[in-house]
């Protein structure tokens, strides 16, 4: 009787327990069911600026693959741009990129609200594919090549800093082929007969988006209360324009060897591209007028480069005072360029043996066709670095600002830069 009272009462827990587990495993199953359908990851790319192909998705190993969208003549395929979603905050996600463009970075860049940018941890090379492996704490994150500035982010830079002085008039350079306009900044001189002019521009190869934050720092610092600032906007008339090729940005195509030219090939009698026609047609009523001294085009280089450097154009083809003011400059840039990414005097000259276009690049259509005292250059700004952030790029830029200040000191015009 003890026996059978004791079975009966471990026949009903037993049965307890059974119903627990079959409750249990209902819920867990659910759970995880809704877990799953929260969890998918999402890949897109279609919003200005974006590029990435998906190649395949792994759930399971929360590995996703991609290689930047190919757009047919229009480029290098090197710029990629996604947003990804179903992400379980907090959990690590693998991104892996390829075949490795010619341009792969280190570490890569990551938002969580499509405006800050940091770096992701140092990527794992592959083969000819790397794998960034980034713990994400939101559900939506964005994921590029670099720090993206785009054709919105051009137009309201130019459009606040306009606002913010009367000095200061926005413009747009031109009409795209594709009918987007070319966002542009004139700050005029404050004096009635302003002796120089200075010409900053971004952006002609499209994927090189640093080169647009470089811009974005040099306008920071020229609107600043600096007293070098000021000074610089008292006596020179500075035109900046932070993406040339707004067509290609706004796709997220490459730009660079498109065809039948990119814009940096294009400085010729016949310019393909209403942005260097434009450019070309407001540097010849400068330097007929007298006032144009100095020309900078804004550049990111190769992989392997670690620290800015100037491209120039071959020296033989200078006067002595082109010469002269070139090295001034230089001078210039080594002493305000100070870091964290620093120039050290590296400069590096584009001629016949470089390209066979090399006359239409443009700092060498400037070298060529204005007066003998007007400096060009090309600034490559590294983007392969631990310091190549938005605040590393904009730093450069405020660096390159001070450097134009200092060389304008002493007038280029000059035979001698004792002489003012």
């Known amino acids: ?33 809704s877990v799953g359908l929260l969890g998918e990851l999402v890949v897109d790319s279609d919003f200005a600026g974006g590029s990435g192909k998906v190649v395949e998705i792994d759930q399971a190993a929360r590995l996703i693959r991609i290689e930047p969208t190919t757009h047919e003549s229009r480029g290098w395929a090197c710029w990629w741009y ?9 959990e690590e996600i693998s991104l ?10 280190v570490q890569a860049s990551y938002s ?16 000819r594919k790397i794998i960034y492996r980034q713990k994400v704490g939101t559900a939506t994150a964005w994921f590029a090549w670099g720090p993206p500035f785009t054709e919105a982010d051009a137009g309201e830079l130019v459009r606040q800093t306009a606002a913010g002085s009367k000095d200061v008039h926005a413009f747009a350079l031109c009409e795209t082929r594709g009918g987007r306009e070319v966002p542009a900044l004139r700050f005029e001189a404050r004096t009635s007969q302003p002796r120089s002019a200075v010409w900053v521009q971004a952006r002609q190869h499209a994927w090189e988006a640093g080169s647009s934050w470089v811009c974005q720092g040099f306008i920071d610092w020229l609107v600043s209360n600096d007293p070098r600032a000021e000074r610089l906007r008292n006596n020179t008339t500075v035109t900046v324009v932070p993406i040339m090729d707004v067509d290609n940005v706004a796709i997220g195509a490459g730009g660079k060897n498109q065809v039948p030219q990119d814009h940096n090939r294009d400085w010729s009698e016949k310019p393909h591209w209403p942005s260097v026609a434009s450019a070309m047609q407001e540097l010849r009523r400068y330097d007929e007028s007298g006032q144009l001294d100095l020309f900078i085009d804004l550049h990111n280089p190769g992989a392997s480069t670690k620290r800015p450097f100037y491209f120039v154009a071959p020296r033989n083809l200078m006067t002595d005072m082109r010469q002269r003011n070139l090295d001034r400059f230089l001078a210039a840039s080594r002493i305000e360029m100070t870091g964290p990414l620093q120039f050290l005097g590296e400069i590096r000259e584009s001629g016949p043996a470089y390209d066979p276009g090399w006359r239409q690049i443009s700092k060498n259509w400037v070298t060529l066709n204005t007066r003998e005292h007007v400096v060009a250059a090309t600034l490559e700004t590294a983007w392969n ?19 134009i200040e200092r060389y304008l000191q002493l007038d280029p015009r000059t035979a001698s830069p004792d002489k003012k």
């Open 82 to 90: 996604v947003r990804i979603s179903g992400i379980e905050p907090g």
């Open 96 to 105: 892996e990129v390829g075949p490795e463009p010619w341009a792969t970075p």
């Open 1 to 33: 009787m003890y026996y059978s009272t004791d079975l009966q009462a471990f026949r009903r827990i037993s049965t307890a327990v059974a119903a627990s587990a079959a409750l249990l495993f209902v819920l867990v199953g659910a759970s995880a069911e």
């Open 385 to 403: 670095t631990p310091n190549s952030t938005i605040a590393g790029y904009q730093t450069v830029g405020r660096q390159l600002g001070l450097a």
């Open 112 to 127: 969580i609200d499509n405006e800050t940018w940091q770096q992701t941890t140092p990527g794992t090379s592959v083969g």
